[in-house]
């Protein structure tokens, strides 16, 4: 286990001042200051402040397609992608879509079968659908690097359209039409929209279309704001950066979640997860309904999630939350073996020395790899790479990386050091995807190290916690754990974590897992909880921590949950 370093973002007190003098609270205007907030417009979260649809690069043209398509009566057939963001984004589409005219249904790839994105195998499936063969394919989540499918998809007389939002490579697919905020021509302000964003933004546009041709009235048209939960649950559990726009779009779904204007997948999910709608905020999305939805696409089908979202009817809704909910528990069980395996495995042949970590079993799922990874890096803070057998004597590998070492670079430097010896790969700086012989796997594992060593100039790294500094004692208050909560943190928007000495008056492990602490500072008594630590502390700490609001029988009290504790220097 890796011992992180404690560091203090940097202030900006100018600008925090002038964020106070337009009327936000103090401790909210440092903490946004720090953030990179410059203007109290950008913490306005009414529609009226969302980045117009019209900077989105041929958002135009695709809307023409779609209204074309539908005033034709053209079958459309969304193609999906089997994560969160891909399934909301989906639902997204086929509802808005559905509302304004068109024939459309849906088709998720199989990972273990049909791989990611539009592939030729999915354009097979897609000739192959119930509903007869489609005239215009929809891309949601995928497609920018869909080059071979889009040729197959345009070979048999099926055009396409393309929705992502991932990095485009040197070649783009032969769409009728790319919309994504990181295409090269793209000016769009916010790049991080994630999948389920873009779609909605591409509704948007066609309901401005049917508009411009007389199909709704100027203002008329289906209520596309009523997506606003599905939009704020794919936006969060894609961990895209919440920047203002994207902030923007979870505070809108996250606020009608709160009033009950909500899908009944939705709310099925919050059923399941124990969870109330009532009180929703962005870590219930993210680390509640999102792993359920995931679960389908690691162990099954995403198609099960994806009819979650859509059905209407809240029985069926429950059903499905339920299969989605014993699925999360299975994923979970299946999780937990193989990073008990892939820790024995660590231990025996990690050296002191080495910058990565790479695991491999033949029994091990492939579509649980990814958060055995995860669970690695976390753990040794260092990429970290878990394979599983696939088929004809391949094996598919998921990694997770740190924010020193950008994982698809290092795979790249290795694809070019060793030709052939990375069947596929692909992804981005946190996390990526890679194939390879499994006879390859052991000179894979020293190009890898090679490859990460060469980038970094290093083989050890340290993490840290960015903290806010000392909390001032007048703000420990509900009043400001209130504030907090209400606001929406997240990926490039991390939640506040403050940093301060304390004495310790009384510890003791709950359940032989959690430390439950009462702290002491400044003559002030604090009750804390460090979960998943089960060691305990010497009298004088310093403790980086979060100040949260703590309900039990029906009392509300200031509860610190400690991120790491240390003894003061």
Known sequence: MVTPILNNRSAVPAKSAELEADGIHPLMARLLAARGVTSALEMHISWANLIPPKQLSQVAEAAQHLA????????????????????????????ALRSMGAIVDFLVPNRFETGYGLSPAVVELALQHTAGKPDLLITVDNGIA???????????????????????????????AIVNPNHPDCSFPSKNLAGVGVIFYLM???????????????????????????VALGTVADVVSL?????????????????????????????VAGRDPRQANAFDLGFALGPRINAAGRLADMSLGIRCLLTDDEQQALQLAQELDEMNQDRRAIESTMHAEAQQIVEQVLPDTSATVCVYHPDWHQGVVGLVASRLKEKYWRPSLAFAQAESGEI?????????VHLRDALDLVSKRYPGLILKFGGHAMAAGLSLEEDNYDVFVQAFEEAVQELTGRYQFDPIIDTDG???????????????????????FPAPVFRDNFTIRQQRLLKNKHLKLSLERQGMHYEAIWFNHNVLLPEQVEVAYRLDQNEWNGQVSIQLIVEHAQACE
């Open 243 to 271: 920047d203002s726009n994207n902030r923007l779009l979870v505070t809108q779904g996250l606020e009608r979640m709160r009033r009950g204007q909500i899908h009944c997948g939705i709310r099925a999910l919050f059923q």
């Open 68 to 95: 074309n398509a539908i005033a034709n009566k053209q079958r459309m057939l969304i193609i999906a992608d089997y994560d969160c963001d891909g399934a909301t984004a989906c639902a997204v589409g086929v509802r």
């Open 396 to 404: 598919k590998g998921s990694g997770r990386s740190i924010p020193d």
């Open 204 to 230: 948007l546009a066609l309901r401005a279309e049917l508009r411009l041709r007389g199909v709704y009235p100027s203002n008329g048209g289906p209520r596309l704001d009523a997506l606003a939960d599905l």
């Open 146 to 176: 869909s080059i071979e499918g889009v040729e197959a998809a345009n070979a048999v007389g099926m055009q396409v359209l393309i929705t992502d939002h991932h990095l485009p490579g040197d070649e783009l697919p032969d769409a009728l």
């Open 470 to 492: 000392s909390l001032e004692p007048e703000f420990a208050t509900l009043h400001v754990a209130g504030l907090l909560k209400q606001q929406v943190w997240g990926a490039g």
